[in-house]
């Protein structure tokens, strides 16, 4: 497998094992920095995620950014601010993030973030050869979280690599077996592919999320 210098943003500790945990872990040679854009304050949370890192085999770093109950829409500044300030600026290979559109029905933080993501691409504010958006949907709520098999990418886990992203879960993250993370799991993952900003920035607008 080819070593790649790869960036994975997310909005949670525990949405980078969720959504892209059995890729990174069938990619052992990637070199991976995580950043989860909020919970750092909440210190149990943050011990999770850097556990979760050390079975990752991956280097990160943790914000935070407003994630109240609430979830009180964000300017779009402050996150793209958040993502600039976390993340080393260097090169990569590759970066992969949330949808726009969002994994289910529905997170604010997730879809802003992988909004951002795309327009600090955009104006070359960070730098990637290649853009993976996680490739998931709800039904509008009528079921779990699953991958797109239409996506760009779509990978089917094995159940032994499966098995580790759900220990991640339950025992890293101590998530009851009986919880939505839990239940959600994906035993596929996959992601939508953009080797052009021009083109995802378009991609937004065909979504209608970018006005």
Known sequence: MDSKKVAILVAHPDDETLWAGGTIMCNPTWQCFIVSLCRVSDTERAQKFFNALKALNSKGIMGDLDDGPDQNVLDEKEVESAIISLLPFEH???IISHNPSGEYTRHLRHEEVGKAVIKLWHSGKVSTDELWSFAYEDGNKKYYPRSEKNADI????????WLMKYRLITETYGFEKNSWEAETTPRSESFWKFTDPY?????????????
């Open 92 to 94: 990569y290979d590759l």
């Open 199 to 211: 083109y995802a920035l378009r991609w937004l607008e065909n979504k209608g999320i970018l006005i």
């Open 154 to 161: 779509f990978l089917t886990l094995t159940e032994q690599i």
